[in-house]
């Protein structure tokens, strides 16, 4: 973006030190420390960035040497040379520890957000953690011929597929090794987190959710990263919340989406939330015994690729409005990995025009056609 636009997210903008002494407002947000980029690229910009070059600039030159890449085929798969004490993982979690010790006993409540860039690629996990998965088990692809994406409008947009790319079957397993050393280097964060809350005396009185905006296929339907269109693969991440003093279950088999997660912490915390919202209130749902529906979108500006899903207990409906009505409806109970489209046939075809009828429905409450927009952005 234009420098005169002075966004923060920019890394040009903090390479020519426009953000020096910026700590926020930002969307909302009192104070704001950032990190940008995934892997070694957030050590160059963003507060992690500027504090890793101003305490640690030996760390910042050893990433300029070239690391071994054993599989070629993926340029993006290495150990790095920075141990996990260096890492954004261990930062974040440290900048938030840092708050809660200095919180006093009679400070207003507060809101953080930490926003791990991990896991994502380049698959590069840190020196002292990635030997201890080097050889771990992995699990096994689902649908590596692509069976269950055939026909699919994304397809020509995606990354190409594994055998066009010619990446073995053995590389993407070191991918998945080095996408397990990315999550236990946040489960350590979390970990850093928790005992931290608890050495404030705020661990019985604090509500956290951990949750995530994304999958990538690692293997399954024939891909490695992740794409334009909708898969289990993609959208299934974990939601997890600590609310202590609620009555809510230890277990929700309940589908929701990361756009229940602000009216549900919101009632958590006693808080008012936004009149209009999209999302639910999933601790009031458990305790009323009731049905709920998760919904997704995609695009890439590109109108065949625009995609509205909606998911029940049961099935993924995906909707392609701009190829010719295009659908997929993938049966979970039998078919949790989705290898196998099954829009358009007889015992199937009831489902198939409910949870269109009502994701049509919701779309029509929520966006409005007269803007002609493809995003909900």
Known sequence: SPTAWRFPETTTNWQQGLFDDWSGPYYGFQHCELTLGHGEGACHAGHYGHWLQREHPEAVARLREHQPRPFPEIG???????????????????????????????????????????????????????????????????????????????????QQSLAEMGISAEAVRQAIRYTYALVYQIDLAVGMITA?????????????????????????????????????????????????????????DLPVSNADVMPTLAALAGVTPPPVQHGADVSALVRDGRTHQAFAFSTNGDVTSLNHTICDERYRL????????????????ND??????????????????????????????????????????
Not at 318 to 333: I, M, Q, R, S
């Open 336 to 377: 949790p990995g989705e290898c196998r489209n099954v829009a358009g046939e007889a015992q199937h075809r009831e489902a198939q025009e409910r949870l269109l009828a009502l994701l049509k429905e919701r779309l029509a409450g929520w966006y409005s056609p007269i803007l002609a927009r493809t995003a909900a952005w």
């Open 76 to 158: 993006d798969l290495y150990a790095s040379t920075l141990p996990f004490a260096l890492h954004h993982s261990h930062w974040l979690a440290e900048r938030l520890a840092a708050y809660l010790r200095r919180r006093g006993p009679g400070d207003a409540p507060f809101f953080a957000f930490v926003g791990f860039p991990d896991p994502h690629h380049p698959f590069v996990a840190c020196a002292d953690i990635a030997p201890d998965f080097e050889s771990c088990a992995v699990q096994e692809f689902v649908d590596p011929e692509g069976a269950g994406m055939a026909g699919s409008p994304v397809l020509p947009l995606n």
């Open 196 to 252: 931290a809350l608890q050495e404030a005396g705020l661990a019985d009185d604090t509500i956290v959710a951990f949750t995530s905006d994304h999958g990538d296929y690692l293997g399954d339907h024939g891909h490695l990263r992740k794409g334009f269109g909708a898969s289990g693969s993609l959208l299934h991440v974990p939601l997890l919340i600590r609310a202590p003093g609620s009555d809510l279950p230890s277990r929700v």
């Open 318 to 333: 995906t909707w392609y409005p701009g190829v010719e009505d295009f659908v997929e409806l993938f049966d979970h109970a």
